[in-house]
């Protein structure tokens, strides 16, 4: 038996991971690009808490942009929504969701309506 070495085990373990990440978009249509399209949903859009501090704008690409205060782009990623169900991957590996109700994102404690 062969004992993978710690470079191995390394490069199984990114394997793994992307594998993991890729796995919410088998079965859906995707553009070009491979992301998945929300053109038509309603939720696609800006979202912005009462005091405009947080910022989430919800692509048609299945990707998220979101502001915090003067920091344009402070966090990017991909999103699924599912039902009234949010949830967001960060680029940098960091996970969360939300939910709409009633017009409103809940979302970490915080609460974010459609910018008109």
Do not use: C
Not at 48 to 56: A, L
Not at 69 to 85: K, L
């Amino acid at each position: 038996m062969t004992v993978p070495t710690t470079q191995s085990r390394s490069t199984l373990l990114g394997l793994a991971l992307a594998t993991a990440a890729a796995l919410p978009l088998l079965g859906k249509a995707a553009t070009a690009t491979g992301d998945v399209t929300m053109a038509d949903h309603p939720y696609v859009g800006m979202w912005v808490t009462d005091d405009g501090h947080i910022r989430h704008e919800l692509l048609p690409n299945n990707r998220y942009d979101e502001a915090r205060g003067e920091r344009v782009s402070a966090y990017q990623g991909r999103y699924r929504v599912t039902g009234n169900t949010i949830e967001y991957w960060d680029d940098t590996g960091f996970t969360a969701d939300g939910e709409f109700i009633d017009g409103v994102l809940h979302h970490a404690g915080m609460v974010l309506r459609r910018e008109e």
